[in-house]
């Protein structure tokens, strides 16, 4: 008799253990997954900023090219349009994260997870390929310059 009332009081607590310890499980991987979101998001606008800094800084090389080669470059280096639209399309991210953090499924939250982790890697990208063309681009205008300085002055280019 006391071998089947403790049988039944562990039976009752493991009842009542169990499904709070999966509702704790549960809660705690969503929380898990909002705060990730907003760290992404955060990571997003951080590489968005640099990302303008960079194009800023890349102006006055460019303005070393002739500029019948340069305007595509200086056309690309002005607009800022794009940079603009993805803080927009950030700022509009962290809005739905407010308006469903409560009523999305962990399926969306974690959709929503991928979709943050392939911009940063496009964005990680395309930063690289701006460095890497500035620095490709500063040599080639230190080289030109430094050969138009050995060239003999009849052989120059006329400044525009």
Known sequence: MLFTSLLLIGLLALAIAV?????????????????????????VERLLDQSQERMAAMRPLVERVPADIAAAAQASLESSLPIREAKRDVLQHR?????????????????????LERVIDRLKGQLAELENVGSDLASATDAAAEAARREPPTLRRPAP
């Not at 809005?95 to 939250?109: G, Y």
């Open 95 to 115: 809005l739905w994260i407010q308006q469903n953090a409560d009523s999305a499924s962990q399926a969306e939250l974690d959709k929503a997870l991928a979709a």
């Open 19 to 43: 499904p709070m310890l999966l509702r704790h499980r549960t809660t705690s991987r969503r929380q898990h997954s909002l705060a990730r979101m907003l760290d992404l998001a955060d990571e």
